[in-house]
């Protein structure tokens, strides 16, 4: 699985938007970016994920670059329940294919 | 509906003893996973179950790991002769097993191991 790059934590005010970057230029051309997110003492959740399309559900949008070394996930109304370790994945689709998690972006939501 | 559920939620052991984690995934998931997670760090993966059978255990550290699901259910992972750098996070989670490109897996809350 190719590797991610993300910072290591990130400030955001209540009701903003928070951005999230992440790179991945060694993705490969069947590699999905898949996105989760850890509150504090609890198991990952999947928030979205996509191909090379942007792709929005009730969570999220997930902004993927042209040519797939880069996207962003933004929390377009940010919450202080949405303070939690934010993780950028790169897989292959299907199942049985493991998550690879990184030290992920710590966000911090201010009031 | 009821999610992935894992016992003990906590598990203090002493050097040296056997330990066993319990986890029940989702009812009708045939994919079920284990990671573990140390503190500061993002989970790691350990092994992956297809029914009864492990498709991928690469990721157990070592030989004193080892998992089982005997009915292609509830899975138990047990540890030997535990050392202290085993002390950690250990979460499941299981998914469908379609020919989607995408089956999200849902995790457990975890059990926490402290090994003194």
């Known amino acids: 699985d190719a590797k991610t790059t993300q910072p290591t934590s990130m400030d955001c005010a209540e009701g903003r938007a928070a951005n999230l970057p992440c790179n991945h230029s060694?993705?490969?051309?069947?590699?999905?970016v898949y996105w989760y997110r850890q509150i504090h003492s609890q198991g990952p959740q999947y928030i979205i994920h996509g191909l090379k399309n942007n792709e929005t559900n009730e969570m999220a949008s997930l902004i993927i670059t042209e040519d797939r070394k880069s996207s962003t996930l933004i929390l377009p109304h940010a919450t202080l329940r949405d303070t939690a370790v934010y993780y950028c994945i790169v897989r292959v689709g299907g199942y049985g294919n493991k998550l690879v998690f990184g030290a992920g972006t710590i966000l911090r939501v201010k009031s | 509906g009821a999610g992935v559920s894992q016992t003990p939620s906590n598990k203090v052991t002493e050097k040296g003893k056997y330990v066993e984690l319990r986890c029940d995934p989702i009812?009708?998931?045939?994919?079920l996973y284990w990671y573990r997670q140390s503190l500061g760090q993002g989970p790691e993966f350990l092994i992956y179950f297809q029914g009864t059978g492990a498709a991928d255990d690469s990721g157990l550290p070592n030989d004193r790991f080892f998992a089982v699901r005997p009915e292609g259910s509830v899975s138990t992972l047990k540890i030997q002769r535990t050392e202290r750098g085993d002390s950690a996070v250990y979460l499941c989670a299981s998914s469908l097993s379609t020919g989607s490109d995408h089956n999200e897996q849902f995790f457990g809350p975890g059990t926490r191991l402290t090994v003194l």
């Open positions: 060694t993705i490969s051309g069947n590699e999905y």
């Open positions: 009812s009708g998931h045939t994919a």
